[in-house]
């Protein structure tokens, strides 16, 4: 007998998983796209997409941008950033290359994670989390950071090290050099083990 279909949708962040092949392949919930002038996010109550905020400045997203379900920013996270007081409480961001353009937020892809960014908002570690879309044409064959074009990374450290920055006062947010692909994934088994401890653990008491 053919399995019935669920009457609700998932919760992107707690319904799904981070993948089978986590955390060297994982699935990603896109949020926003290159082309997005609005900063959409994750409600986390309701799982739908909400408008966060328009975009502080000129510049694009240089790539897609989601988060990895059933990970969380917490204490474990927190211990793998210097200087960070803990992590931001939400799930962990990655950005994804894609040759061909994918032009709508709500959808699911697999990505391989070739590294990432260090990133302090406000002392809180937000990590962000780099990777290519699994089977893409042209970046497919990637699998660490070094292998990126210097171009592409360069957009990214320059678009988050913008995209909150106030007219006026301070900044909140700093950036370190990229890291490898070993240490990303240190990060993501942390953030699921911090999602596990934070939002699974009480149900097995």
């Given at each position: 007998?053919?399995?019935?279909?669920s009457k609700?949708?998932?919760?992107?962040?707690?319904?799904?998983?981070?993948?089978?092949?986590?955390?060297?392949?994982?699935?990603v919930?896109?949020?926003?796209?290159?082309?997005?002038?609005v900063?959409?996010?994750v409600?986390?109550?309701?799982g739908?997409?909400?408008?966060d905020?328009?975009?502080?400045t000129?510049?694009?997203?240089?790539?897609?941008?989601?988060?990895?379900?059933?990970?969380?920013a917490?204490?474990?996270?927190?211990?793998?950033?210097p200087?960070a007081?803990?992590?931001d409480?939400?799930?962990?961001d990655?950005?994804?290359?894609?040759?061909?353009?994918?032009?709508?937020a709500?959808?699911?892809l697999?990505a391989q994670v070739?590294?990432?960014l260090?990133?302090?908002?406000?002392?809180?570690?937000?990590?962000?989390i780099?990777?290519?879309?699994?089977?893409?044409?042209?970046?497919?064959g990637?699998?660490?950071?070094t292998?990126?074009?210097?171009?592409?990374?360069?957009?990214?450290i320059?678009?988050?090290?913008?995209?909150?920055?106030?007219?006026?006062?301070?900044h909140?947010?700093?950036?370190?050099?990229?890291?490898?692909?070993?240490?990303?994934?240190q990060?993501?088994r942390?953030?699921?083990d911090?999602?596990?401890?934070?939002?699974?653990?009480?149900?097995?008491?």
């Open positions: 007998m053919s399995r019935p279909f609700w949708r998932p919760h992107p962040w707690h319904g799904l998983s981070p993948g089978l092949a986590a955390p060297s392949i994982v699935n919930y896109v949020e926003i796209t290159p082309f997005d002038l900063k959409y996010e409600d986390k109550a309701s739908y997409l909400r408008v905020r328009a975009q502080q000129s510049s694009l997203p240089p790539s897609i941008y989601g988060f990895i379900p059933q990970t969380y917490g204490p474990r996270v927190a211990s793998l950033m200087n007081t803990g992590g409480h939400d799930p962990l990655i950005c994804v290359l894609s040759e061909r353009p994918i032009t709508r709500e959808v699911l697999h070739v590294g990432g260090p990133m302090l908002d406000g002392g809180e570690a937000d990590d962000k780099l990777a290519v879309l699994q089977g893409d044409p042209v970046y497919g990637i699998t660490e950071i292998q990126v074009p210097a171009a592409l990374v360069d957009r990214l320059h678009y988050f090290s913008t995209y909150k920055r106030p007219r006026t006062g301070d909140p947010v700093t950036l370190g050099n990229p890291y490898s692909r070993d240490h990303a994934e990060v993501i942390a953030a699921i911090d999602y596990r401890n934070k939002f699974l653990s009480s149900r097995n008491d």
